[in-house]
T-cell receptor, first 109, second 114 residues
């Protein structure tokens, strides 16, 4: 069941660029939306969390949820080579997370 | 920051053998989870565990799988008779169980079934 869809990329940008990562979801019951970052051979690490619709900003990262269109976005400003990783969107209505497939991001110096 | 630890980091087994993957969740957490990620695929939910019983499980978590909290610190995933398609990275996670609460993941156990 493809509840969360995400373009796997890869996405390659130069250092300093603004990165836009996106997901769509299908389950209207989803209330909680997260972005995780995953480095190779590591577990996912929570970056951003939002509840319901709206924006949330944390440093260079902005998460956006539009429940009317079932669209989730993550923006990274002034991207750095250390941002190179796989970014996973996730959502749930209870406890079990539904992950997207992840977008592989490469920020080149 | 506290960590979820998983052992071993890599497990190789023969098809049909039983494997036990081990996890030590963060000590004051109440909910424990197993997820898996087949190479190139999504991270998929397997099971959640609270108060010594399964609270939720996915259709992947069939009779070949079981979980246990054998003591106050460990949380294990057993696969009774491994199949080739069980080859994946298995992640343990834990949190306090509040809706939307941050989930802490371990670094995973790479299971290779030959």
């Amino acid at each position: 069941q493809k509840e969360v869809e995400q373009d796997p990329g890869p996405l390659s940008v130069p250092e300093g660029a603004i990165v836009s990562l996106n997901c769509t979801y299908s389950n209207s019951a989803f209330q909680y939306f997260m972005w995780y970052r995953q480095y190779s051979r590591k577990g996912p690490e929570l970056l951003m969390y939002t509840y319901s619709s709206g924006n949330k900003e944390d440093g260079r990262f902005t998460a956006q949820v539009d429940k009317s269109s079932k669209y989730i976005s993550l923006f990274i400003r002034d991207s750095q080579p250390s941002d190179s990783a796989t970014y996973l969107c996730a959502s749930h209505s209870g406890y079990a997370l539904n992950f997207g497939k992840g977008t592989s991001l490469l920020v080149t110096p | 920051e506290p960590e979820v630890t998983q052992t071993p980091s890599h497990q190789v087994t023969q098809m049909g053998q039983e494997v036990i993957l081990r996890c030590v969740p963060i000590s004051n957490h109440l909910y424990f989870y197993w997820y898996r990620q087949i190479l190139g695929q999504k991270v998929e939910f397997l099971v959640s565990f609270y108060n010594n019983e399964i609270s939720e499980k996915s259709e992947i978590f069939d009779d070949q799988f079981s979980v246990e909290r054998p003591d106050g610190s460990n949380f294990t995933l057993k696969i009774r008779s491994t199949k080739l398609e069980d080859s994946a990275m298995y992640f343990c996670a834990s949190n306090g169980g509040q809706p939307g609460e941050k989930l802490f993941f371990g670094s995973g156990t790479q299971l290779s079934v030959l």
